[in-house]
């Protein structure tokens, strides 16, 4: 029996157990450097675990913020330029011509139910001008119902409305950072920006989007990703404006000269009434669009599905990490265990003392324990810190986002205890377990 | 003489310990009494037993057959805690080689059985500054065990064994590792002991010893081949059955 009613008189009474953890300090510092290198395991076991929950954290939070604002219940389709056409490259005045046609969309709309809104969306790079100052938007053309769709905030003024789509009027909606590139110290609305030779009204600003990733940017497809603009500077403009204004073709820059793309909608935004019927309506978008289209000059973006995959990906990368969190601790539990069970050989002769002066076997139990645990506690605690510290760092210089939460750092540490009073137990049962006169006579 | 209670009273009692195929006979039938008071000599060659017979007199070890009377308590088949209460309550241990803690300065190092019987700090603090003082280390409380001499070490040893004020202080070879003069204060201080009344067991192989102590028992082979007065004559402070002092009384001021 390891622990009677002794250890519970012990653990209940606060003056033995202040006296038994000064003098478990007390033991530890007689022996400094054995017991920093002891603690250090569960220092680095204890850090890494919340270090690397909250970067995963971060990471997936990010990400899943990003699916998030494609919309759940939407497919987005897009067009993509084919990889079989690095002909046009080579030929600089040739006009590529792929992607999304509106029979496409109609085609759509008439087959596969319980779509409720289709937002086509054309996409171009230009440059927009306000006076001296330029900024190399994203210019989107698209419908008045386009925010709503995709979770996009009117910060200031106003989307445009459906009146100004059907008469093709001249107003934008400039992205945040878009605006503040071309108006730094005016309110942007109600001003005009000009495009090329046809200046636009600014109706209203919105909040700056995340990107879902360099490549896959709207008007980006087929760019380089040498000349990709600064942040994320994007104009919307009535799709009908900019069908009127710009025409079908669209010119690029790419590394080897000039391209001309005709293309008619670069992205179409597909929106289930039934968010159980996204994937079913995915396929069977999928379906018309495989007919229609001989080579693959266009993608499907579910991101319901993406959602569902973010997830498993957190929750395999969770999975792993628990493992390499209760390895590392368990090795760091060896190396505690290791070093009592040095300590315990070493103090033999202490331990036959301290039972001559009439240290029970719960007393030499109890104080092993105390001492693995500050070991573990104080590792634990260092980790802790180690671990806040290294998040911190992660996002200040390689400006990833990192989420610490308190529960990473409250379960380390708790399991960091625990880990001492595990790994404690059976050195400390061997010191009590020594004949008292054996111990009295070891050298 | 008044009939006395003995403090330590053994009653044919055997060690046997297997060593190998053989069966060793450590302590082949010994009964003895110890009356308060006394000042014994256990002496004999080594192998003859002695150490085994300390061991059971400190309650360390348990008689294979016979019975061991310690204070009138019959404590031969005690369990392993009781037997630690025992220690700690009834029984002062000093070490030849001092056994002292390293980590502990000597006032924490006096207070350890104190703490075992879970005294208040303050009042062990107490009784700590007080022995240290009476064996003359006042000056030295904070120091650690290898900042002294061996002859204070084991000044120190001696207050820690008259810490829980026990009725029997057992000694291994107390002198063993001392030059002769710190020796010679060591004893000095043991028949001060013996002299205020307290009850010593010396367990020795230093023949000369026989002249110091008020009884000798030779032990040969496991047997007591031999059980005289010794050499030491003085009046002992309680010659009737009172409780051993309090150990404020049992030195005076030095």
Same mark, same amino acid.
Request: proline share 13%.
């Given at each position: 029996m390891i622990f009677n009613t002794t250890t519970f008189h012990i653990l209940s009474n606060p003056r033995h157990l202040k006296r038994s953890i000064l003098l478990g300090l007390k033991s530890l510092w007689m022996r400094k450097l054995r017991s920093l290198l002891t603690a250090l395991g569960i220092v680095f076991g204890v850090s890494s675990v919340i270090a690397m929950l909250s970067i995963g954290e971060g990471a997936s939070h990010e990400a899943q913020l990003q699916i998030k604002q494609l919309g759940s219940q939407n497919v987005i389709i897009r067009s993509v330029k084919p990889s079989d056409s690095s002909a046009t490259e080579a030929a600089a005045t040739v006009i590529a011509e792929y992607g999304l046609t509106v029979r496409d969309l109609d085609q759509i709309r008439d087959t596969v139910?319980?779509?409720?809104i289709v937002v086509p969306a054309r996409a171009s790079r230009a440059f927009a001008w306000r006076y001296a100052r330029n900024a190399e938007c994203d210019v989107l053309g698209t419908v008045p119902w386009f925010p709503s769709m995709r979770n996009i905030k009117v910060t200031n003024g106003r989307f445009f409305s459906d009146v100004e789509m059907r008469n093709r009027v001249n107003v934008c909606v400039l992205s945040e950072s878009a605006a503040r590139q071309l108006f730094p110290l005016e309110s942007p609305v109600g001003k005009t920006v000009r495009l090329e030779n046809t200046y636009f009204r600014v109706i209203g600003i919105t909040a700056d989007n995340p990107q879902i990733s360099a490549d896959s940017d709207i008007g980006n497809n087929s760019a380089s990703d040498s000349d990709s603009p600064d942040e994320n500077f994007q104009m919307l403009i009535p799709l009908s404006t900019m069908l009127e204004r710009f025409g079908e073709i669209v010119f690029e820059r790419s590394a080897g000269g000039y391209t001309w793309e005709k293309v008619e909608l670069h992205e179409v935004v597909v929106k289930c009434e039934d968010p159980e019927a996204v994937v079913a309506n995915a396929n069977a978008i999928r379906h018309i669009l495989n007919r229609n289209h001989k080579t693959p000059d266009y993608e499907i973006i579910v991101p319901i599905e993406l959602l569902r995959q973010a997830e498993r990906t957190k929750q395999i990368f969770n999975i792993v990490l628990g493992s390499i969190a209760a390895i590392s601790l368990i090795v760091g539990g060896i190396g505690i265990m290791n070093i009592m069970l040095a300590n315990v050989t070493e103090r033999t002769r202490e331990i036959g003392v301290r039972r001559a002066l009439g240290a029970k076997r719960a007393d030499i139990i109890f104080q092993f324990l105390v001492e693995t645990v500050i070991l573990s506690g104080a590792g634990g605690i260092i980790g802790v810190a180690l671990g806040l510290a290294i998040p911190l760092l992660v996002s200040q210089l390689a400006g990833m986002t990192t989420i610490v939460g308190i529960g990473a750092p409250l379960l380390a540490f708790t399991i960091s205890v625990l880990t001492g009073i595990i790994f404690g137990i059976y050195p400390a049962k061997r010191a009590a377990d020594l004949n008292p006169v054996e111990a009295l006579r070891h050298e | 003489m008044k009939k006395e209670t003995p403090i330590i009273s053994l009653q044919n009692v055997r060690k046997r310990y297997r060593m190998g195929d053989a069966i060793v006979n450590a302590l082949d039938g010994i009964t003895l009494d110890i009356m308060p008071g006394e000042y014994v000599a256990i002496m004999? !060659?080594? /192998?003859? /037993?002695k150490s085994t017979l300390l061991n059971l007199l400190g309650c360390l070890d348990q008689p294979t057959e016979g019975d061991y009377l310690l204070g009138g308590q019959n404590v031969s088949h005690l369990e392993d805690d009781l037997l630690s209460k025992t220690r700690g309550k009834k029984l002062g241990f000093i070490f030849q080689s001092y056994n @002292?803690? %390293? %980590?502990?300065t000597v006032l924490e190092n006096i207070e350890v059985p104190l703490y075992y019987q879970g005294l208040p700090p303050h009042e062990s603090r107490e009784i700590a500054v007080r022995l240290a003082t009476q064996v003359g280390l006042g000056k030295r409380l904070d120091h650690r065990p290898n900042e002294l001499s061996g002859g204070q070490q084991q000044r120190v040893a001696i207050a820690r064994s008259l810490a829980n004020d026990p009725i029997v202080i057992l000694a291994d070879?107390? &002198? /063993? *590792? @001392?030059d002769s003069k710190s020796g010679e204060e060591i004893l000095g201080i043991f028949e001060e002991l013996n002299r205020l009344g307290k009850t010593l067991i010396f367990v020795t192989?230093? #023949? !000369?010893m026989a002249n110091r102590v008020s009884r000798v028992i030779r032990l040969h082979d496991g047997q007591v081949v031999e059980d005289r007065p010794g050499g030491l004559k003085h009046k002992t402070a309680? #010659? *009737? #059955? &009172?409780p051993a002092p309090a150990p404020a009384e049992a030195i005076p001021n030095s």
């Open positions: 139910p319980g779509i409720s | 004999g !060659a080594s /192998g003859c /037993g @002292l803690i %390293q %980590q502990l070879e107390a &002198t /063993g *590792n @001392l192989h230093d #023949p !000369a309680s #010659p *009737n #059955p &009172t």
